[in-house]
């Protein structure tokens, strides 16, 4: 007879005693211990948040080099604006200079530059060297034209000797009048000039203005009430609301040396920035004044936001965890045992994290609900099976002993899938799974050590176990064969809608409609203060542009050159629906060798509208005459020395050139995550003079992380069902086992994907995004535990006379509160008002319920079935 003892036999049987005798002691060592835990988390390193997701990439991502150059050459290309609001239209032009020194003065080494002004006056005044020849030449043309219509009216003897003759007295004047196209509608857009400078064409279509009207019908102008000097300085005046009163909103723009995705500059920004808005509202104005921080930058509050919900979150699970284990114990006691142990986890875990990574992203920053959930189970087994020992032993050090003994090897079995399942994310590219993978792993192998070794000290110190429940979770007239064929009957109806879910299956998507994906705006009541002011301009084109523009960077400014003619080529030949816009240098400046064939064009227009008889000109004609007479003075071509300022800067690099700088905004729903993948595909890729140029936009981050996403998760997936099956095949060994398990977690995955097919089938709900896609490892590494626990459970040795019952009322227990407490730790998610965090709950809570019904029916089938006793006796 061989008489060895095993590991867990030695190790049990040196470490109960001992902390049992010395059980204060062993208390005060562990307390020590967290306390060291303590220090790297909340002192050194200190753990903070990053929620820069170009780190999350790997570092040869094309859009992470171009971010990379972007910081060197340029800055942020995000819209940094302070937005005010005011009853008086010289007191918001005034506190735009005010504010502008304000920066100036206390945001040294923050800032590239500031805007203020965007005077247009040079684009009026060299408006017509900014037209192609071919509109030059229709205005021409339209002068000639107008000019023998007004011979014809005022000198019945003027013959159009030209004129095709077919116009007779009869129509009268009728007939010598037409109607006449000056300007293209679709000149600024062509221009491809910036929204500025588009005002200066307002006078080539704009003949009145609409919004100094009550009627409802009546289109709104925001500039109507500006006076003329100003129009070009504030964004103008939002539609007025039921008092009728006229406020006025100006902006003041920076450009800030890093970008919005930089969470620690962010952070020290928007610091700044409450210090400028609590030094402006302070002051005493003359009529009520308001100030908000908009645009990308202000957004950035939704880190914080994200930071805090992750507190809600646990807090939230932590509570509901501690509801059912009470329920589940029947007792106080047990619910604050288990939940001091898996506590006690997530101490060493984020210490881990502070020490190898120094920071959470917004993957891992969830790790401490996550592990909440997860590392509970151990605690929650431990505990159940010593309370089935408490009448077989006389001793508290017996129960723990025997209890220990008994589930260090599922301990290490469930243990070793679970973190098997995390792992197989470090062969993602997505570095967000990467680390994730490698904290959650350790997540589970501290949950696991500190059940074995600290929750013992715990009870040893609290005085004992509380004892077990005596109710049977079975009708207590049932007979073992009237257990086993209602089992048989659910793995019946299982493998029915096993069947029906292969249909559904594939219907199971990833969420491209990023609005399903933010945060829900609750219907709370904003003080008037803080509600947003409007800082959008109305284009003279109409078209919607995206605010976040990609950033194309080449060597040379003729690389620009060549890229500006391309999407000319583009925008009108092609006309590419995703392109909305763009902006070089050369959008300011036309090549000389064009500006000189214009002047040849414009000189034939001043010698013909200086004509007297064009005084005659009556209506828009009229109105267009007088404002050729003054364009038309142009005669000579400019450079870019000679344009204002404040354009340069919107080109400016970091070292003052410009030039080898350009923008192009799409013209696409930002949340569209399909548009914005085909848009970094077209306008993503440039090559000239045999180089690839850099583009960078914060938006092609956020469509890299989405495509690398995509690519990881299914292929990731399918490695962990690999991992587990040979994880099985390996703890299992007899071939029985393994299919009872195999069959088990099987019809959990099916099922789970049937119904998430279903759900997007039939209500676009529960998809796969960015967000939740972590649960899926976690799932399938967790729904293979239960199986792992009713399996060895059922075959071991010391429980030979196990009955279905038995097997249901003490392992059927503590896998069903495990699993329900695992799914407490992510109901958390469900309270956020961030749709992708709730995402994550919805997943976590189907997948892990499903696979715990599945666990549950099937494993007690095979036990009643493959499983018999007499086949697993010796």
């Excluded at 959930?373 to 505990?383: A, E, K, N």
């Excluded at 176990?465 to 109710?471: D, L, M, R, S, V």
């Excluded at 196990?802 to 509160?817: E, S």
Aim: hydrophobic share 45%; glycine share 6%.
């Amino acid at each position: 007879m061989n008489t060895k003892k095993s590991f867990a036999e030695k190790f049990s049987q040196w470490y109960i005693p001992l902390i049992c005798r010395h059980k204060y002691a062993a208390l005060a060592f562990y307390i020590f211990l967290a306390l060291l835990l303590a220090f790297p988390i909340l002192v050194k390193p200190g753990l903070k948040l990053d929620a820069d997701l170009s780190h999350l990439l790997p570092e040869d991502t094309p859009s992470v080099k171009a971010l990379e150059e972007s910081y060197e050459r340029f800055g942020s290309t995000d819209r940094f604006m302070i937005a005010i609001q005011s009853e008086s239209v010289e007191l918001a032009a005034a506190l735009q200079d005010s504010i502008q020194n304000y920066i100036h003065k206390n945001w040294q080494g923050d800032f590239v530059s500031t805007q203020v002004d965007n005077d247009n006056q040079f684009f009026k005044d060299n408006a017509l060297l900014y037209l192609p020849v071919k509109h030059l030449e229709n205005i021409r043309d339209n002068l000639e034209d107008l000019q023998l219509e007004i011979g014809r009216k005022n000198g019945p003897l003027v013959v159009d000797l030209l004129g095709d003759g077919t116009a007779d007295s009869a129509n009268g004047e009728a007939s010598a009048k037409k109607e006449r196209v000056w300007f293209d509608a679709n000149l600024p857009m062509e221009l491809g000039l910036p929204e500025e400078a588009v005002g200066a064409f307002d006078a080539f279509f704009k003949k009145k203005e609409t919004a100094k009207t009550d009627s409802g019908n009546a289109e709104w102008n925001p500039k109507a009430y500006l006076p003329d000097n100003l129009k070009n300085r504030l964004i103008g005046s939002p539609k007025p609301d039921s008092t009728g009163k006229i406020l006025f909103n100006a902006v003041v723009n920076a450009k800030l040396i890093k970008p919005s995705t930089d969470y620690e500059f962010v952070t020290k920004i928007l610091a700044k920035t409450d210090e400028l808005l609590a030094y402006f509202r302070s002051k005493q104005y003359p009529v009520p004044t308001r100030f908000t921080v908009e645009g990308t930058y202000e957004g950035l509050k939704e880190v914080d936001e994200v930071a805090n919900d992750s507190i809600f979150s646990f807090g939230i699970s932590l509570v509901l965890i501690f509801l059912l284990t009470a329920f589940f114990f029947r007792s106080v006691k047990g619910p604050i045992l288990v939940t001091s142990s898996v506590l006690y986890a997530c101490l060493p875990t984020l210490a881990f994290t502070a020490l190898f990574y120094g920071k959470l992203n917004p993957f891992t920053v969830f790790v401490a609900s996550i592990i909440l959930g997860i590392g509970i189970d151990y605690s929650i087994h431990i505990l159940g099976n010593a309370q089935k020992l408490l009448n077989k032993y006389s001793s508290l050090e017996e129960v723990l002993e025997e209890t220990q003994r008994k589930m260090l090897k599922p301990f290490i079995l469930a243990s070793f899938t679970t973190i098997a399942a995390f792992l197989t994310l470090l062969v993602a590219h997505f570095r967000g799974f990467y680390e994730f993978g490698i904290v959650a792993s350790m997540g589970v192998l501290f949950s696991m050590m500190t059940s074995v070794l600290v929750l013992p000290v715990f009870v040893a110190c609290m005085g004992g176990i509380p004892a077990a429940p005596n109710n049977s979770l079975l009708p207590k007239s049932w007979s073992e064969k009237q257990i086993y064929v209602f089992f048989k009957r659910l793995a019946l109806i299982g493998f029915v809608l096993g069947a029906v879910s292969l249909y559904f299956a594939p219907h199971v998507d990833f969420e491209h409609n990023l609005k399903n994906l933010r945060r829900v705006h609750t219907d709370k009541v904003i003080p008037a203060a803080e509600k947003k002011i409007s800082t959008k301009v109305t284009r003279a084109t109409n078209r919607a542009v995206t605010s976040t523009p990609a950033a194309v960077m080449g060597s040379k400014s003729e690389q620009l050159d060549k890229l500006y003619d391309t999407l000319m080529i583009r925008l009108h030949d092609e006309k590419d629906p995703l392109l909305g816009s763009f902006l070089t240098l050369k959008s300011f400046v036309p090549p000389a060798d064009s500006q000189e064939k214009r002047l040849e064009v414009i000189e034939e227009i001043r010698d013909l509208v200086e004509a007297r008889v064009f005084d005659k000109a009556e209506g828009e004609d009229s109105t267009n005459v007088q404002t050729l007479r003054k364009l038309a003075q142009v005669e000579k071509p400019f450079s870019a020395e000679d344009v204002p300022s404040w354009t340069l800067d919107l080109l400016r690099e970091k070292d003052g050139t410009y030039g080898k700088i350009g923008f192009i905004y799409g013209d696409f729903p930002s949340w569209d995550a399909h548009a914005l993948h085909r848009f970094q595909e077209r306008y993503g890729n440039w090559n000239f003079d045999g180089e690839r140029l850099r583009t960078f936009s914060s938006q092609f981050i956020l469509s890299d992380v989405i495509e690398s996403v995509k690519a990881d998760s299914f292929n990731l997936a399918s490695v962990i069902v690999l991992v587990i099956f040979l994880t099985l095949i390996i703890s299992f060994r007899k071939p029985s086992m393994f299919l009872a398990g195999g069959v088990s977690f099987g019809m959990g995955a099916l099922l789970t994907l049937g119904l998430l097919g279903a759900l997007t089938y039939f209500f676009e709900f529960g998809k796969i995004s960015i967000y939740n896609v972590i649960v899926i490892p976690m799932t399938l590494g967790i729904g293979i535990d239960a199986t792992i626990h009713f399996i060895t459970s059922w075959c071991s040795k010391s429980n030979e006379g196990m009955n279905l019952r038995q097997l249901f009322d003490t392992t059927g227990r503590n896998v069903m509160a495990s699993s329900m407490t695992t799914i407490a730790g992510f109901v958390g998610f469900l309270f956020t008002t961030h749709r992708g965090l709730q995402g994550i709950g919805h997943l976590a809570c189907m997948g892990i319920f499903m696979f715990l019904v599945t666990s549950v029916i099937f494993s007690m089938f095979f036990c009643g079935s493959w499983l018999k006793k007499k086949d697993v006796k010796k």
